[in-house]
């Protein structure tokens, strides 16, 4: 099975601090996505990889950035976090190359809250 | 860009029963993706269903059927004989054939009724 987790489930920061969410997935998947799940707005992408090394903003980029060093791992960093960052972020990987015709495998969540 | 919609935030169904879930996408594009995730309370997302669109036979997998109807753009999902364990937050999502992006519902929240 494919496993997908995330460093932390709860976490909580104060404003302005840098923040670091890690992600590793088993699978040796190609693509890897970071999202953030607010309720009513459901999931938003914030950046994904397709490759070690490369990314791609997705519809939220703002505020964040991301890092690919390795093909299995894949960090979503706050470089200030603001209290408009207080989100649910999920980790998801997927194989299939650049022509992805494959679903998603999602982490666990890190429930994030910026005070 | 393309958009999904699943117009029924909420919806309830009794232990048994047979629920059906909405979900409308735009796009213009002729080849694509449709998924159907679950998230349970304080759980992982996993997938459901999925649908290629150049298929015209519905997805099924188990309890879990699709309605595909292209040419409307409507990708419904249907539970049959509804167990306490569906319970969950359910999103439809849209992926692109050759693109890049996953688009991802609003979500329903599905409740099961003893």
């Known amino acids: 099975d494919v496993k997908v987790t995330q460093s932390s489930r709860y976490l909580v920061k104060r404003t302005g601090e840098k923040v670091f969410l890690e992600c590793v997935q088993d699978m040796d998947h190609e693509n890897m996505f970071w999202y953030r799940q607010d309720p009513g707005l459901g999931l938003r992408l914030i950046y994904f990889s397709y490759d070690v090394k490369m990314k791609e903003k997705g519809d939220i980029p703002e505020g964040y950035s991301v890092s690919r060093e390795k093909k299995e791992r894949f960090s979503l960093i706050l470089e200030s976090a603001s209290t408009n960052q207080t989100s649910m972020y999920l980790c998801?990987?997927?194989?299939?190359?650049?022509?992805?015709?494959?679903?998603?495998?999602f982490g666990p969540g890190t429930r994030l809250t910026v005070t | 860009a393309q958009t999904v919609t699943q117009s029924q935030p909420e919806m309830s169904v009794q232990e048994a029963e047979t629920v059906t879930l909405s979900c409308t996408y735009d796009?213009?594009?002729?080849?694509?993706?449709l998924f159907w995730y679950k998230q349970p309370p304080s759980r992982q997302m996993i997938l459901v269903i999925r649908?290629?669109?150049?298929?015209?036979q519905n997805a099924t997998e188990n309890r879990f059927s699709v309605n595909f109807q292209k040419a409307a753009k409507s990708f419904s999902l249907k539970i049959s004989d509804s167990q306490l364990g569906d319970a969950a937050m359910y999103f439809c999502a849209y992926r692109n054939f050759t693109g890049n992006q996953f688009y991802f519902g609003t979500g329903t929240s599905l409740t099961v009724i003893p």
């Open positions: 998801a990987s997927s194989g299939g190359g650049r022509a992805w015709g494959y679903e998603q495998y």
């Open positions: 796009t213009s594009e002729s080849d694509y993706y």
């Open positions: 649908q290629e669109a150049y298929k015209q």
